[in-house]
Structure formats: C-alpha cells, structure tokens
C-alpha cells in the first residue's frame, strides 16, 4: 500500500471535521430531532440503569470510528484534489450514500431492522459525511 497520501493530509482538519460529525450525532440523536423514534424502533429502555453503563467508552469509539472516517475522507480529498467545500459536500453525498447507507442498510436487510432505522442511522451518516468533507476541502 502506498502511504505517501497520508503526508499530505491535514490532520488539523481531519480532527475538526470528526468533532463536526460527533457534534452532529448530539443533534440528531436529541429529542429534538430522532430521539424519540430511535428509541423506539431499537426498543432500548433508557430508564434501565444498565442501558447507561458503558455510554462513555461507546462514545469514544464512535469519535474514533469517525475519525477514521475523516481519515479515509482526507485521503481521497487529497488524492483528488478536492479543496473547495462544494467538492467536500459532493463527496461526503458520495461516501455517506455509497459507502456508509449502503453498509448500513446490507445489515439492517439481514437484522430485519425497521425501514426508518435505515433512515434515521443511514441519513446520520451521510449528513455526518458531508459535513466533515466539507470541514477537511474547506481546511486544506
């Protein structure tokens, strides 16, 4: 594998575009946008105590999990000579459908997952893709 790409990424960048996507999932997973809904179609009980044991390693994985994102992101920013933020919303439009819908929904097709799991999960991912490939186009 050819690791000159990662010479060339900003990882400056790399870190503010996945605190974007984190900050995102604040958001959408909030009673004001699909909390409620979430809640219901995975049928977690958020009044058990042993539900909120563990939420704090769970998070970091997550950022961690979208920072690689970011990184794959970087990378094909980089290598495509993306640097302008309209460039970054195609590709994270790209990537968000192509890459992380599609992944999400294979799954879900087996787990017999509800169709608006698909697009609560799903739709977090392309808008968390799209915004921090605009993050890391605009930062470059």
Known sequence: MNTTSFDYINWLAVL???LGYFAL???WYSKAL???KWIG???IDVTNPETKKNV???MLMSFIWMFITCIGLAVLITRLDLYAWQSGAKLGLLTGICFGMASISISYLYEKRPVGLHFI?????IIGNI???????AMS
């Open 25 to 27: 999932g604040a958001l």
């Open 16 to 18: 503010v575009g996945a």
């Open 41 to 43: 179609y995975t049928k």
């Open 121 to 125: 999960n799903g739709g977090y991912t």
């Open 56 to 58: 704090g390693p769970i």
């Open 131 to 137: 915004i921090a490939a605009v993050i890391i186009c």
């Open 34 to 36: 699909f909390a409620n």
